[in-house]
């Protein structure tokens, strides 16, 4: 079945470090992928996605390339604030209405100011 | 705030007891998802709804009963829960036909005794 592995947490960094979270995937079909973030106390919200191949999303500064020749959708930022701590969780999408919808388990991220 | 309201926030019951979960979303989405959070476990897709028709049931057992009156409404029903079925609630709503939850609901904390 498909699955999402994300790096093992809690990532901690200082303010202005790059970010790196990793994600890869299987998929049967052709995935769309997704990152949510979830802040201290709240529910999920959809940071960026991609649909196809070498799509690139971004959002709030945080960028992520659909690669499928490495099953991968990495998450970078190039300066973390102290306010992007929050669980990170990459997702796929195989089919519509959230069928075969599969969360990744999550990476929690601390950045120190 | 985030467009999908849910409440309670907090949820402590026994298990002989029934309550129910309510979510609400004003954001002129007609599809909503229930999803159940817990520690070191992925997010679980437990129930969809489009157009206010279940088209997703991920075998919850039956103590948990899902209820869609209209598209911007939806409630969980619960009964003789477990204390396996502590855990976060988290509802979602997107558009139809976008294939993934938009919006997700800050959650409903649930703690059986």
Known sequence: GDSVTQMEGPVTLSEEAFLTINCTYTATGYPSLFWYVQYPGEGLQLLLKATKAD?????????????KETTSFHLEKGSVQVSDSAVYFCALSDLGYGQNFVFGPGTRLSVLP | ETGVTQTPRHLVMGMTNKKSLKCEQHLGHNAMYWYKQSAKKPLELMFVYSLEERVENNSVPSRFSPECPNSSHLFLHLHTLQPEDSALYLCASSRTGEGQPQHFGDGTRLSIL
Do not use: L, Q, W
């Not at chain 1, 799509?55 to 690669?67: H, I, L, P």
């Open chain 1, 55 to 67: 799509d690139k999303g971004s959002n709030k500064g945080f960028e992520a390339t659909y690669r």
